[in-house]
């Protein structure tokens, strides 16, 4: 057998037109197989094959994949490339999928490692290798949980506690079956408690990638409003296509924009209208209702020019309940008797008349966002979630969840249900380092009283 | 060729035997005869994981299995209820017949030569032992020497204030040997056990007590079990109550184990009563087993009742004892304490890293059991042969057997207490049965002559016909719950058994199957999955084991370490990067960056 696959973003992080998920390992056709859909049956080997990326069935990105056979890969393994749009959503979805699919997210420079000992690189690239790694020994020391100082390693501990007391009650029960008074269970019940608080601090990690991240802010408004004007006006350069062609931007582009030292994500996406028979676009409405549900604050833009029609009220509707700011653009072509029904339209909003075009009276949307970062939330609650940790924790609450049902089940074989509370330990020993089974026996011998 | 081992007692039969069978002279040095194969503490063999070892010694050709069927007088399979890899095989055996059995066996293996003296010293020359000095004068050549001098290394005794030194009860301890094995260089550590009273049969209130039965149909260890298992007595289950507690915290000062005289580390999982009671102060109530010592004798074990307080103190806890009242002492419980050599001074192949040729087995590495100290003989009786006939050693890994996993434990980690084994230690137990001894070891037996021919096609032709059953299950289907899924399926389901599921599908399945087999099969298709993660994790284990660390490696210059890792590596000295994996705090990351630079520094 193989080792484990690895599974990295093999591209920059940011921006770019296309980026690289990379897979290597003995498994690297079967996780490409499980979340890309173009594959044929017997794939040829460096070969780029045209599909979908998808998460059971529901499609992420459109995308190229080509698979590799060891020794002639990189890493000298075998591996996968997927080709997708340089989206940093999209790229985190790829590496969550494959890593649910059986991989797991690279440590820093193993896919060279893996190349340097089957003699793929030659000793000087390797040393570059090595210099890379020390000079992301910052980075990669926080990967190291035990630096980790505050809320995350006490709740991890917190949840080590609770899966090794499961451990001392079931391992005792088997050990001492015949001490009566032994009664296994209990202990597997203060589980639901550390499930619990991983779906607490799994939560946290989505609002802790916000500060990494930036906020997020949706652009809405129907076809042909002008978002993407205001998106590059935004950013004072040209980065989506603009034209009078409605429904250029089919998907949505993301760029960050920097305002008082804090970065906000600043969404364009396609303009919302009801669903055309265009697959693709149909596809890109569907994503940017995602985006809006996502979004921390919404710029809801509308026409100057007109009265607002059904799809404002229907964008207005979808974009309730999230801070909201109603920009009525296109003020040089602007009309009275417009504005004057898009104010009873909306009313307690007041709408800011700008031109995306022009740039004029840009300056109230960079007060709202200002504004936007005053009312922050207090972050020092936040736990601070890096992907890897993140892929661990999510596979230990599925751990959790499959020792509950199975505790909860008709007959918990209790070796098996013992098997589960050790994968367990051993993804919390991932980030803490490992769990023996002699912190177990110490365990069983310090809560209950063994030997006849 | 010969191999001299010193000892008559689990681990030393075993160390002789295997030395025999392998076509080398053994002699079989012991100071007593009569004393040969006793079991000096609890009339048993067996238990959870000590069974699965039982069975592992007689796939590898051992006595125990043999001795334990041929004089049990009541069978018991533990953790019935739970799953094929956690159910254990335990007898109570007549210890005067299991003596009498082995005895009898010992003196009919050719090449196997008993002899009765006290060995005084090790013969070292060039580093390597070459042979045994007796208290007689003399010396034993041999071409290795394997000592498995169990408590005798300067044994103590204690009851109460008393104490005396002794390997055993009343049998003299071994002064020279163990003067010897320190003058050698060997570090010791002071291990401390007990063993509780013996009672007369007819001054128990029996009715006071629980019946325990044993199993039916009887379920044997070997694969060839020598006579028709058949269950002869009962055990009694009984529980002492609150007044023992008063008797033992007003007596506490007079026990030898808090009085402060023994300084000796006792085993957790085996707790005198004065330990039960002062460590679980809040329990009013301690169980306990009454055991028959044999079919012969009126003697009584009084299993759980191990102490270290005077005589007069044991009567008056047994008078408080509903239904042993009356209850006479034949023996007294006392406590014993004697000298371990640190395992960590061994190879895997028990032999000693500082002495060549000279191997150590049982009690004297630091374990206890009997079940443990035969493996060990096994193994080191094995190397003994094999070294000096220069041929590649004998060892089993992690995921093979038990006593791998206690091999490995003790040589690497070393001891802190009597070490003992637990299925909890083995992290490949789902494939550590006691059903499939066959198939890890049958192989290892044939290529070792430690078993015949014969005896392993026997073996070879039962684990085929496992092997039809299983791929039976997996073409024949059935209907439950109005779906058609294969039997394979169905007896995946939680619950279901191999018998529910012969009545489900209304044709006989086990027709000539023993309930081992059936066990093998259950096993097969209960934990297909889980059985691929782990052998995942085998061969994981072992790419990280076979990544050596440089002795002499800088842990500051490994690039991406914090600090706090690198305190503990420098410490540590990990000899390769699977120790280094066993240590606290060590992480996957730690590990990647150390076999980065590996890689870089010392070349592939």
Known sequence: MDEETIVALATPPGRGGIAVVRLSGSQSEAVLGQIFQGLPRAPRPRHSYHGHLHDAGRRIDECLAVLFRGPRSYSGEDMAEISLHANPFIVEAAVSLACRCGARPALAGEFSYRAFRNGKLDLLQAEAVNELIRSNSRAFSLMEFGNLEGRLSREVAGIRRALLKAAVDVETGIEFSEDQHVAAGGGVAGLAGAAAALDGILAGSRFSEALNRGLRV??????????????NALLLKERSITSALPGTTRDYIEE????????????????????SADDV?????????EQIARADAVLFMVDASRPPGRDDVEIHRLTEGKRRLLLANKSDLAREEALRRIRERFPGETPHLVSARSGDNLGAVTAFLKELLRDMPDPSGAVAVNLRQKTLLERLRETLRRILDRQAGTAPEAELLAEEIRRGLDLIGELTGAVSAEDVLHGVFASFCIGK | MRIV???GGHAGIEAACAVARMGAEAVLLTMHLETVAQMSCNPSIGGIAKGHLVREIDALGGAMARAADATAIHFKVLNRSKGPAVRAT???????????????????????????????GIEVRNGRAVGVRLLEGGLLEADAVVICSGTFLDGRIFIGAASYPAGRANEPPSLQLAENIRALGFATVRLKTGTPMRLHADSIDWGAFTPQPGDEPPQPFSLAPPRRPRNRVLCHLGH?????????RDHLHLSALYSGKIAGIGPRYCPSIEDKIVKFPDRERHHFYLEPEGLRTKEIYANGLSSSLPVEVQRMILKAIPGLERAVIVRPAYAIEYDAIQPTQLHPTLESRQVGRLFFAGQVNGTSG??????????????????????????LERNEAYIGVMVDDIVRRGVDEPYRLFTARAEYRLQLREDNVFERLGGHALRHDLVSRRDYDREARRLERRRRLLRRLSLAKSRLDDKSETLFQILKRPGMSLPDLERLHGSPLLRGMTLLDASYVEARVKYEGYIEIQEREVAKMKKMAATV????????????????IRQKLSQARPATLRDAACLPGVTPAALNAIGIHLALKHGR
């Not at chain 2, 299991?98 to 003196?107: A, K, T």
């Not at chain 2, 002492?240 to 033992?248: D, F, L, M, Q, S």
């Open chain 2, 240 to 248: 002492t109550g609150p007044e023992v507690g008063h008797i033992v």
């Open chain 2, 549 to 564: 660390i440089p002795p002499d490696l800088d842990f500051a210059a490994v690039a991406g370490l914090s600090t706090e």
């Open chain 1, 256 to 275: 960050t924009l920097r305002l008082d030292g804090f970065s906000f994500r600043l969404t364009d996406m396609a303009g919302l209208r009801p669903a």
């Open chain 1, 281 to 289: 676009e149909h596809e890109g409405m569907r994503r940017s209702l």
């Open chain 1, 218 to 231: 949706a652009i809405a408004g129907r076809v042909n409003v002008g978002k993407s004007s205001l998106f």
């Open chain 2, 5 to 7: 081992v010193i000892g």
């Open chain 2, 370 to 395: 009997y079940e443990e100290a035969a493996g060990q003989g096994l193994v080191a009786g094995i190397n003994a042969v094999l070294r000096a006939r220069g041929e590649p050693p004998f060892i």
């Open chain 2, 90 to 120: 335990r007898t109570q055996n007549d210890k005067a017949a299991y003596r009498g059995y082995l005895m009898d066996f010992l003196e009919s293996v050719p090449r196997l030569q008993l002899y009765q003296s006290v060995a005084a």
